[in-house]
T-cell receptor, first 110, second 112 residues
Framework: AQRVTQPEKLLSVFKGAPVELKCNYSYSGSPELFWYVQYSRQRLQLLLRHISRESIKGFTADLNKGETSFHLKKPFAQEEDSAMYYCALMFSGGYNKLIFGAGTRLAVHP | DTEVTQTPKHLVMGMTNKKSLKCEQHMGHRAMYWYKQKAKKPPELMFVYSYEKLSINESVPSRFSPECPNSSLLNLHLHALQPEDSALYLC???????????FGEGSRLTVL
């Protein structure tokens, strides 16, 4: 079955510490993976996608097909990074079906 | 205009009422989506429209009836809902071939 797993509900770190939010997926086709973020009182928005291979707000994520993972990393967390982070998988074949993991709340403390 | 606009922001309805949620975008996107989000849970896909045609229905009960009257508008008609249908309903849009979804702020529905 197609699934996105985010094992941590809450990740709590201090400012300046490295951050890694874990995401694993289960999908038989060729997936397209995303990280979406929801800051307090703001709408859900795209943070980054694996095919662009870019760094957004200091975050990076690499698709590892062998481990079926797409972990989100940032070397030095900032307080403004505190938010809800969702890993998401879009099915291949142009079906436009995007499913989300359970989400990880990142809390960055001063 | 690079936003997805949803109305109303809040809706309270009884189980016998008929109401509608509305969503609008003017980004030229040809795919539009309805998601349901319960508190402390991720968004769950309900429906996908592609070029104004329903392409995905995730086994949603018939008391939820989507409609896409044109490429900019998406409605969700509600009838005979249950209290457990209370949730935040999110609309999103994207270019037809997938990629980034742009989300609205949501309509918070309470069913009494």
């Amino acid at each position: 079955a197609q699934r996105v797993t985010q094992p941590e509900k809450l990740l709590s770190v201090f400012k300046g510490a490295p951050v890694e939010l874990k995401c694993n997926y289960s999908y038989s086709g060729s997936p397209e993976l995303f990280w979406y973020v929801q800051y307090s009182r703001q709408r859900l928005q795209l943070l980054l996608r694996h095919i662009s291979r870019e760094s957004i707000k200091g975050f990076t994520a690499d698709l590892n097909k062998g481990e079926t993972s797409f972990h989100l990393k940032k070397p030095f967390a900032q307080e403004e990074d505190s938010a809800m982070y969702y890993c998401a998988l879009m099915f291949s074949g142009g079906y436009n079906k995007l499913i989300f993991g359970a989400g990880t709340r990142l809390a960055v403390h001063p | 205009d690079t936003e997805v606009t949803q109305t109303p922001k809040h809706l309270v309805m009884g189980m016998t009422n008929k109401k509608s949620l509305k969503c609008e975008q003017h980004m030229g996107h040809r795919a539009m989506y309805w998601y349901k989000q319960k508190a402390k849970k991720p968004p769950e896909l309900m429906f996908v429209y592609s070029y104004e045609k329903l392409s995905i229905n995730e086994s949603v009960p018939s008391r939820f009836s989507p409609e896409c009257p044109n490429s900019s508008l998406l409605n969700l008609h509600l009838h005979a809902l249950q209290p457990e249908d209370s949730a935040l309903y999110l609309c999103a849009s994207s270019f037809e071939r997938g990629g980034e979804l742009f989300f609205g702020e949501g309509s918070r529905l309470t069913v009494l």
